[in-house]
T-cell receptor, first 114, second 113 residues
Framework: AQSVTQLGSHVSVSEGALVLLRCNYSSSVPPYLFWYVQYPNQGLQLLLKYTTGATLVKGINGFEAEFKKSETSFHLTKPSAHMSDAAEYFCAVSVDTGGFKTIFGAGTRLFVKA | NAGVTQTPKFQVLKTGQSMTLQCAQDMNHNSMYWYRQDPGMGLRLIYYSASEGTTDKGEVPNGYNVSRLNKREFSLRLESAAPSQTSVYFC????????????FGQGTRLTVV
């Protein structure tokens, strides 16, 4: 079964520092991978997605992620954190089990210190 | 363009009471989903509907029922609420295809006392 694992339930960075949120996937077939962001008291919204083609994917708000098949990873990065990046981030994989579903990781809460 | 609309936003129930959470999408998506979100557990799929007229169980279906009323609407019913169902519930929809993303409502915060 396909799944994703997010390493670290909480990550804290200083404003202006690199953001790195880790995600590893388990899949026997080429995966379709997503990162979503959830701001307080809101629903999730798409940051970026990898389907096929270029392995470095750029998303909104300066985030990007690199698909590395050899490492089964899809880590999310941003060169310089901003206070407004404080949120919860979810890695997800799209599966087809007779219907298209999205399987989510447990989430990583990002704290940004001034 | 409203996207995915959930009602209500907040609800407090007593143990044993019933209620229905409503969800509607205006993006003409085939698939709709109900998730619950609990601290440290991410989003867990309760039920989904791959297309109008079909529904299937997800990871945590016990204690819930669903109805795909038409292509736009997908409701979630708690017949006899329990404290373990205290959670934040999200409705989502997506188009066909593995490469399509899900669009989420704003959530319903449910407390069962």
């Amino acid at each position: 079964a396909q799944s994703v694992t997010q390493l670290g339930s909480h990550v804290s960075v200083s404003e202006g520092a690199l953001v790195l949120l880790r995600c590893n996937y388990s899949s026997s077939v080429p995966p379709y991978l997503f990162w979503y962001v959830q701001y307080p008291n809101q629903g999730l919204q798409l940051l970026l997605k990898y389907t096929t083609g270029a392995t470095l994917v750029k998303g909104i708000n300066g985030f990007e992620a690199e698909f590395k098949k050899s490492e089964t990873s899809f880590h999310l990065t941003k060169p310089s954190a901003h206070m407004s990046d404080a949120a919860e981030y979810f890695c997800a994989v799209s599966v087809d089990t007779g219907g298209f579903k999205t399987i989510f990781g447990a989430g990583t809460r990002l704290f940004v210190k001034a | 363009n409203a996207g995915v609309t959930q009602t209500p936003k907040f609800q407090v129930l007593k143990t044993g009471q019933s209620m229905t959470l409503q969800c509607a999408q205006d993006m003409n998506h085939n698939s709709m989903y109900w998730y619950r979100q609990d601290p440290g557990m991410g989003l867990r799929l309760i039920y989904y509907s791959a297309s109008e007229g079909t529904t299937d169980k997800g990871e945590v279906p016990n204690g819930y029922n669903v109805s795909r009323l038409n292509k736009r609407e997908f409701s979630l019913r708690l017949e006899s609420a329990a404290p373990s169902q205290t959670s934040v519930y999200f409705c989502a929809s997506r188009d066909r295809g593995l490469n399509t993303e899900a669009f989420f409502g704003q959530g319903t915060r449910l407390t069962v006392v």
